[in-house]
């Protein structure tokens, strides 16, 4: 699933290539990838106006259309991408979730779209319809960016409760943006047990959690996502630790699988 570094990249493609274009055109007819509004609601609201930024906190993206205009929120779901076509068929995209053989041109898992004055497309192209469309996505409910959270925010996101670090680091409300191989590496860099409740974290613990999260993100943002990140390769059966060897260790935690090493993260 697309976690903050792919959403990133999908957000400067939009950036890059999608803004101060007029908008004629707009395909909302996928009601279920629109919910809550009516065919036609979105349309109603874009036609005539451009996106004028591009924003992202953890993995919800919105786009802003002016100051009297409403905010375009587009979430990728499990296998989302954003194409942006240009008049020549040229296309800038953002992500590479379902290539898998397309071709150019080839956008039979268009689920919205928008079309600009000079011919250009943007859209949603997700093969399994679980991205999300919506105007004025309510982003407020959202915890802090993981990749700009300040020490203040990550000690409080850290800082209550009982339940296990892993869960809490997955909770967009307390920290927006790290999903499930995020956390996997995150934990196994800083080496504590993805398990351990969060009240037993000492205060070297969160620090190198939040040092752990900084070099991922950034990392996983610089080298193309999650999944160039080092222990991802090794989250399988018979695979071993990258760092000292050990057998990694598979489990359910906070509801997710997750992967450790089982001398480096033991309980």
């Not at 004025?136 to 409080?156: C, K, M, S």
């Not at 996502?225 to 018979?238: C, D, K, S, Y």
Request: aromatic content about 6%.
């Amino acid at each position: 699933m697309p976690e903050l570094p792919e959403v990133e990249s999908a957000r400067a493609v939009i950036e890059r290539a999608g803004l101060k274009r007029e908008i004629v055109g707009v395909d909302d007819t996928d009601a279920y990838v629109c919910r809550p509004h009516r065919p036609g609601q979105i349309r109603d609201a874009l036609l005539g106006r451009s996106l004028v930024a591009a924003n992202r906190r953890g993995k919800s993206m919105w786009c802003d259309t002016g100051d009297d205009g409403p905010a375009l929120g587009i979430h990728l779901g499990m296998s989302g991408k954003i194409v942006i076509a240009g008049p020549d068929g040229s296309e800038t995209d953002g992500g590479d979730y379902w290539e898998g053989g397309r071709r150019p041109g080839d956008y039979r898992w268009s689920r919205f779209a928008l079309t600009f004055a000079d011919g250009g497309r943007l859209m949603l192209v997700d093969p399994r319809r679980l991205g999300r469309v919506r105007l004025d996505p309510p982003v407020e409910v959202l915890g802090p960016d993981a990749a700009t959270v300040t020490p203040a925010q990550f000690r409080a996101a850290l800082g209550f409760g009982t339940a296990p670090v892993k869960a809490r680091l997955l909770d967009q409300h307390a920290l927006a943006g790290i999903g499930n191989l995020l956390a996997d590496q995150i934990l196994w860099s800083a080496r504590v047990n993805p398990a351990r409740p969060v009240d037993r974290l000492a205060a070297p613990d969160v620090d190198r959690l939040l040092r752990a999260t900084r070099r991922a993100v950034r990392t996983a943002i610089g080298q193309g996502g999650v999944h160039t990140l080092e222990v991802i390769p090794f989250r399988v059966a018979g695979g071993h630790c990258p760092r000292d060897g050990a057998p990694m260790t598979k489990s359910t935690v906070g509801g997710r699988t997750s992967w450790w090493c089982s001398r480096e993260q033991a309980a």
